[in-house]
């Protein structure tokens, strides 16, 4: 009987083999052959908010080189110490991997992508191509010349580093000709894909608008005159109220919360510390916004560490509960960024409305409403002599300098930035500083040693490969 049952089940799959093709089990029903361009452009714009976000030591030290905050206990990272945790080698993988392969493969798939009405396909390119401009801004920002002609082929291994200069020309040239695809009317990504603007066509003219004032204003010290003719032309389409503000607004689960919950209140790090320069600046000017920046120490009191110098925790301020919190959003740029360029480029002498006086209030008087301050404590605050515009010291680039650094808190890498294209606010180095103050990062130990030859020809190019190395824009 045994062997009868043998002899059977051996027929069957003897029947089966031949009439079933196996390969078909092969097939994942549940899985998409093709991801879509939509996750794909939605991921790298979460993946690059999430690094601008961060407070991570192993991702972003800047609000530390911008001395916002300090840390209690470890030193390294608020010593300008990146190497340590190659913090540089993790910002350059995260723009390069992260953000911009992702956004290529989105605009590869929006290319071939036949369903799209003409002026919806060229809505999805032009906005996919904003955020990569985007992107590489920050890498130029960060390092000076990077691989950009050749960057993004899986099959070349070396590519070369272009010229930063010339990589800004044709980052302001894709701008221009993005500006040019957009519809209002045209549509774009879902409002799901789209986590800044959830469909709104509009209000990416507005933001590309804004995005080339920016980058206009950080070539203006060795370029005036093609600054002055690209403020003028973008002036009137970019953000003109809070409404226009591109933002990510992060959720109370997890992974969609704010990396910032993460790091101040999940990991029960008792590190993160408010800033002595910053904190006394606040308290002194009895600035609006000093509660939402920061919280009390453990005696009811606003204290702030000195930078570079161990502290004791539970005297000191911490980072605000409001920034802390899960669903906190990140800002890419808003009204009050756009608002202090009109300032500088009314006193540049740019052709646009307004005074240079009228910009610098309402820069920070957004700022305050934003931070949930009102119109009087705003009017309070600027009527000040050390805050009022005709009266607060210094030059322009002092004046508005000073106040872009505290308004642009928590947004440590446009902080950054802003300090070395103003030189203002002039502070001393953290205590016991590796190095001078950081003018760009170094380039990634991975690259010298699998792509020397072209990381040489760029370290030479750029004036060495150091710290303190000033970029191509930064000429004062």
Known sequence: MKKIFILIISIILLFSGCTKDITDYNEE?????????????????????????????????????????????????AQYDYFTR?????????????????????????????????????NQLAMVDIMQVYTYDILVKTFGDIPYSEALDNNNLFPVYDDAQTIYDD???????????????????SSSEDIIYHGNASKWIAFSNSLKLRMVMTIADIDNNIAKTAFEQSNTNAIISEDDTAFIQYYNSPPNNNPLYNELVLANRTDYIAAKDL????????????????????????????????????????????????????????IVEVEFLRAEAKERGYNIPGTAEEHYNNAIKYSILAWGGSDAEAEIYLNQPKVAYATALGDWKQKIGF???????????????????????????????????????????????????????????????????????DIF
């Open 403 to 473: 106040q872009k650094w505290i308004a642009l808190y928590n947004r440590p890498f446009e902080a950054w930035t802003e300090m070395r294209r103003l030189d203002h606010p002039q502070l001393p180095l953290a205590e016991n500083a590796i190095s001078g103050f950081p003018n760009r990062l170094r380039y990634p130990g991975n690259e010298q040693q699998l792509n020397n030859a072209n990381y040489t020809n760029a370290a030479s190019n750029i004036g060495g490969d150091e710290t303190e190395t000033k970029l191509f824009w």
């Open 29 to 77: 029903t549940k899985r998409a052959a093709v991801v879509p361009q939509g996750p794909l452009f939605t991921n790298a714009v979460k993946n690059l908010s999430d690094g601008l976000a961060s407070a991570s030591v192993n991702t972003n030290i800047f609000r530390h080189i911008v001395k916002h905050w300090g840390q209690a206990v470890i030193q390294e990272e």
């Open 86 to 122: 190659a913090i540089h080698e993790n910002w350059w993988s995260r723009m390069y991997k992260d953000v911009l392969n992702d956004l290529k493969e989105s605009a590869l798939i929006i290319s071939k992508d036949e369903t799209l009405s003409p002026a919806k396909k060229a």
């Open 279 to 334: 904190i006394d600046v606040l308290i002194e000017l009895g600035d609006p916004r000093l509660p939402d920046y920061f919280g009390l120490n453990n005696e009811g009191e606003y204290v702030g560490g000195v930078v570079g110098r161990a502290s004791n925790y539970p005297g000191m301020s911490k980072p605000s509960a409001k920034i802390a919190a899960p669903d906190a959003p990140n800002v890419f740029l808003d």
């Open 171 to 189: 980052l302001l040239r894709r701008l221009d000709e993005d500006i040019v695809s957009l519809s209002a009317n045209g549509g774009g990504f």
